[in-house]
């Protein structure tokens, strides 16, 4: 990349043309150490995988360079250089548009349970718990409105097993919604109080 830049360098200024080449000192920088090569190809893997959908993979190298990364641990509260914070808001933001991509697969209305499950873990490993919990409780609370929807024009022929059908709709969505949330999120007292809620 050094090699490069002299050489663009060089023809700039036998033709001429320097104002180009100084404008993006990142590039051109013989100074680079390795630690801000290292960023820079993690970020520009992280942008590959976020455009191809890869979520699984995007998740595994973030979180592996948050665990490897001194300046992402939360325990080292001393960065003081703005180039540690800039790539720590950075780096935030790519995991910030992962928890988007994960909520907006939640969101289509054509998703299955096993992408539905897969988005949810990812999200709880993200941290983010709760919104899981809430996304999974939204989804199962439309399918039992499908149901629902599904059975009412039924019910003028079948008077007498309206009641009877109807809670068994219910109580079997909740009986799933709740073995499905302990194997995401387990056993919390949390996660089990806002189900029987």
């Given at each position: ?6 050489e ?45 959908h ?8 973030l ?41 907006e ?19 709880l ?6 919104l ?23 019910c ?39 189900i029987?809620?």
């Amino acid at each position: 990349m050094t090699g490069v830049c002299r050489e663009l360098e060089e023809w700039n200024r036998v033709n001429g043309e320097t104002s180009e080449v100084e404008e993006d000192p990142l590039v051109c920088d013989p100074l680079l150490n390795e630690a801000e090569i290292h960023r820079m190809a993690f970020l520009e893997i992280i942008d590959v995988l976020f455009a191809e959908h890869k979520v699984e993979e995007a998740l595994v190298g973030l979180d592996a360079e948050e665990k490897s990364s001194s300046e992402l641990n939360d325990s080292e509260k001393n960065t003081s250089s703005t180039e540690i914070s800039s790539y720590k808001y950075v780096f935030l933001k790519r995991k910030t548009m992962l928890e988007d991509q994960l909520f907006e697969a939640t969101e289509q209305p054509s998703v299955g349970i096993c992408e539905l499950k897969k988005a949810l873990s990812a999200l709880l490993q993200l941290g983010k718990g709760p919104l899981a919990q809430q996304l999974l409780l939204k989804a199962y609370g439309s399918r039992l409105l499908k149901k629902i929807h599904g059975y009412l024009p039924s019910c003028s022929i079948y008077e007498e097993t309206y009641s009877v059908t109807l809670s068994k709709l219910v109580f079997s969505t909740i009986l799933l919604t709740t073995k499905e949330s302990g194997l995401i999120f387990g056993d919390m007292p949390v996660y089990t109080n806002r189900i029987v809620q």
